[in-house]
């Protein structure tokens, strides 16, 4: 079975117990050398639950707290967060380190891995999810480099960075790493809501929903992060795309909260998760025509929100459709990433089609699939806008967060 579709092919028709998110693994070892937290007992330290706790902003009135985002109502009541882990037992990276590829550990870094990739200030970096699979979150920096530098595809980012990812829904967020307008340190809370990560930032306590960027408990409850592009695709097409790339390191080499031991970066700590009917740690059984680890890419506009599944996106090609109003292109990129750009251009909405693997064509000139930028032609240095707000992710958690969904092709 195709990882692009899946996490991974189930292993000896069980699930492995999962690590990540669920902080689960490992607990049968003794040792404390497999899985992906520390062996103590998931349980609240004090300052975890009074964050948990929180159901207004300190220091303010209920009043001036935001009371929904979407079709959330906020805050989110402490009963609807499952405890998977003890806060922090899944390490953030929060001194990350960068080389040109994996040569020198011990560990190799396949081709196919699939990695998240952010370019920005004229520097590209991957970060893999070997390692985040492990560590879920990491805090980066980008330094501030000359304007000169920049292309129009860089776009006006730099500084700190925060890149995030959930196994359990295999969704990825990459965002600044701000607070207030001020630097800050992301950890896991330990917490999931919906299956999904649910992050904490230091300088207030606050509790974080990664798949929707926004603060669901504590002081900043309402308010949501600056989200920065990223794309979710092959090593081996990211480094292709971009030659000068770095990517992350394995720790040792980078650092994490409380200097966690080195994990097993090679062994996939969700074998079997991808393929299951179930769902996040609680085990519970999906229903629906689509299977709920398949790989979609949504799209949310006007009220509407829509689901474009992998398997339909590669049998078409190129999907040229409407969103709520929204006009849109739907494809992959050599990575067999998913990707999706608004297809209006200084006003005309134009119409798609193949141009080879790595290419898309429209009113005389070919657009990059994995950039969405033209490449030549009348529309050469032209971007288009991306289309997507969330990252790609498991149709069941796309679902939990868009209930009124439509599936496209069914």
């Known amino acids: ?8 092919a189930l292993t000896g028709g069980t699930i492995a ?33 009074e964050r948990a706790s929180n159901a207004t902003a300190t220091g303010g009135t209920a009043a001036s707290v935001p009371r929904q985002a979407g079709d959330v109502e906020l805050p989110v009541p402490r009963s609807e967060l499952d405890r998977g882990a003890a806060e922090d037992a899944i390490p953030a ?16 870094l396949d081709p196919n891995e699939r990695v998240i990739g952010v370019k920005r ?13 492990w560590h879920e979150i990491v805090n980066d920096v980008f330094e501030p480099r000359s304007k000169a530098r920049r292309t129009e595809s860089d776009g006006e980012f730099d500084g700190p960075l925060l890149v995030t990812y959930c196994p359990l829904c295999g969704s990825g967020l990459t965002a600044e790493r701000r607070v207030d ?20 930032d230091r300088a207030t306590d606050s509790l974080w929903s990664q798949i929707m960027a926004t603060a669901i408990r504590g002081p900043k409850t309402g308010e949501s992060l600056s989200l920065v592009p990223s794309t979710l695709t092959a090593w081996s097409a990211w480094r292709e795309a971009h030659p000068e790339t770095e990517v992350l390191l394995p720790p ?14 090679t062994r996939d700590p969700y074998a079997g998760y991808g393929e299951s009917h179930r769902i996040g740690i609680g085990g519970e059984e999906f229903e629906g025509k689509l299977h709920p680890k398949a790989d979609v890419i949504g ?3 006007d009220g509407m929100a829509r689901a474009y599944p992998f398997d339909t996106i590669t049998n078409e090609g190129v999907i040229n459709d409407r969103v709520g109003g929204l006009p849109v292109v739907v494809t992959t990129d050599p990575g067999d990433a998913l990707v999706a750009y608004e297809r209006r251009v200084d006003g005309d909405v134009l119409s798609f089609e193949p141009a080879g693997a790595d290419a898309i064509r ?5 657009w990059r699939r994995a950039t969405g930028e033209a490449v030549d032609g009348p529309h050469e240095g032209t971007q288009l806008s991306r289309a997507n707000d969330a990252s790609p992710m498991f149709f069941f958690a796309w679902r939990d967060f868009n209930p009124e969904t439509e599936v496209y092709g069914n």
């Not at 429209?362 to 070919?366: H, K, L, N, Q, T």
């Open 1 to 8: 079975m195709d990882r692009r579709r899946y996490l991974t």
């Open 17 to 49: 117990a999962l690590a990540g998110c669920s902080g689960l693994a490992g607990r049968s070892d003794p040792s404390g050398t497999d899985g992906a937290t520390d062996t103590r007992e998931a349980t609240d330290t004090p300052a975890a639950t």
């Open 93 to 108: 990276i929060t001194d990350p380190a960068f080389g040109t590829d994996w040569s020198e550990f011990a560990v190799e």
């Open 121 to 133: 200030d004229g520097e590209a970096r991957a970060y893999p999810l070997a390692i985040l699979n």
């Open 181 to 200: 307008n001020e630097e800050t340190v992301f950890g896991v809370s330990g917490f999931l809501w919906n299956s999904d990560l649910v992050m904490y």
């Open 252 to 265: 040792p080499t980078s650092g994490s909260v409380g200097n966690a031991r080195p994990r097993d970066y």
């Open 299 to 301: 799209i949310a506009h």
């Open 362 to 366: 429209a009113d005389g000139s070919r």
